[in-house]
Each structure stands twice: as structure tokens, then as C-alpha cells.
């Protein structure tokens, strides 16, 4: 299986990533990165990429991929709705609308939010926008797609978030979290359950195609 990743620096992406490569069922991961992440492996293949709304130019790379994982995004914190749609929204869509005309029969993975809400019309500025998103892409004609709904995320392996407003609380809770995740299946999951639950969906299909924490950590 060749496999093409976005957002391999974040902390949901670097677990992707270590899964991907350890899986003897992927051939090759194709890393779409603004800046390189230093990262080499014999499957890995890097492309640095600056403007990541509009992916035209990279199509000669982006053709023989079965599956997509989307692991890019930002905290909403601070930002207005519309800058907030646009690096949501607009480059999530621009990504998924070449990879599908190239690769009609390609699986999209894409990690969205526990809370988010599919009217796409809630109260909640960034629940509102992942909601408008996973519907965007829920109607791409890929052969199958699944939106991911993790809440609290373990961080294994070394892995690390690069915002600080998350890696606080990972900190102050880090020696307790796998207890939390034994009581509170439904709301914690792992950087490793995520990323081989990402691979299974891609890999078998699963019956939903929107998946929250406790439909992760079963897959």
C-alpha cells in the first residue's frame, strides 16, 4: 500500500508516520511537509511543498496511492473564523480534490475532533468548520472515507506536541494518562492505537465512516 501523509510534525502525524513505516503492508509513505522534518527512512519519501492551497504543480508526484492521511491542523485559539476555515477547510479540500481525480480509488483518513458537529451550523466556531470540512470531504468521490474523532491523545514513542497549549496539560498529566485511558475508553486514546486504527480503516474499511475515540481504540 503507498500511502501519502500531511501534517508529519504534528503530534498525531509523527505517530501516523512511526505506524506507517513499521506496517509491513505499506510500500512507501509520500510526506507532503512546508519544511523538512530531518526524518529518513527507505519507504520515506519527503516533498517540501510552500503553498499547501494549491497542489497543481506537485501532481506528477501525487498518482499510484491508495490512501491519504490527513493529520494536518491548528488549534483554533485566537484565530477568527474565516483564518481558521481557511487552514482547515481550504487546504484539506484542496488536498482531497487533486488527490482524487489522480487517484479515484484512494481511501482518505482525515483527523478531525470529539465534539465536532456535522450540522456544520453549531455555536462553536471550530466544532462548526471540522463539521463543514468532514461533510466537504465526506462528498469527494474517493472510494472510501473516514473522519476520525479522537478526544484526549496519549503522545507514545517520544512523541510530542509542538503546542505548547497542549503539551502543558500532557506534562502535568503524563503520569497518569494510561490509568485515564483504562477508565475513560471512550474519551483517550494513544498516538499508536490512532495511527494503526487509521491504517485498518484504510487497509479493511470499517462499517462508520464517522469514528469516535472508543470506535479508534476497537479498530
Known amino acids: 500500500m503507498n500511502v501519502i501523509l500531511f501534517g508529519a510534525s504534528g503530534m498525531v502525524g509523527q505517530g501516523v508516520l512511526r505506524e506507517c513505516l513499521l506496517d509491513p503492508e505499506v510500500t512507501s509513505v509520500l510526506s507532503i511537509v512546508r519544511s523538512s522534518t530531518g526524518q529518513h527512512h527507505q519507504k520515506l519519501r519527503e516533498i517540501v511543498h510552500k503553498d499547501f492551497f494549491h497542489f497543481s504543480s506537485l501532481e506528477p508526484e501525487l498518482t499510484g496511492l491508495d490512501a491519504c492521511f490527513f493529520c494536518l491542523g491548528v488549534s483554533s485559539a485566537g484565530m477568527s473564523e474565516e483564518n481558521y476555515r481557511r487552514v482547515t477547510y481550504d487546504i484539506a479540500l484542496a488536498a482531497a480534490q487533486t488527490l482524487v481525480k489522480l487517484n479515484p480509488n484512494m481511501t482518505m483518513v482525515f483527523i478531525s ?107
Open 113 to 219: 475532533g470529539q465534539g465536532t458537529d456535522s450540522s456544520g451550523s453549531g455555536r462553536v466556531m471550530w466544532a462548526r468548520v471540522k463539521g463543514q470540512t468532514e461533510n466537504a470531504l465526506l462528498r469527494q468521490p474517493f472510494k472510501a472515507a473516514y473522519m476520525f474523532r479522537p478526544g484526549v491523545i496519549v503522545p507514545l514513542h517520544g512523541i510530542k506536541s509542538r503546542t505548547l497549549l497542549y503539551r502543558i496539560p500532557y506534562i502535568i498529566l503524563g503520569p497518569i494518562l494510561p490509568l485515564l485511558k483504562r477508565l475513560f475508553p471512550k474519551y483517550i486514546t494513544t498516538t499508536e492505537i490512532l495511527g494503526r486504527a487509521m491504517l485498518t480503516a484504510a487497509k479493511r474499511g470499517t462499517p462508520k465512516h464517522i469514528l469516535e475515540s472508543a470506535d479508534i481504540n476497537l479498530l
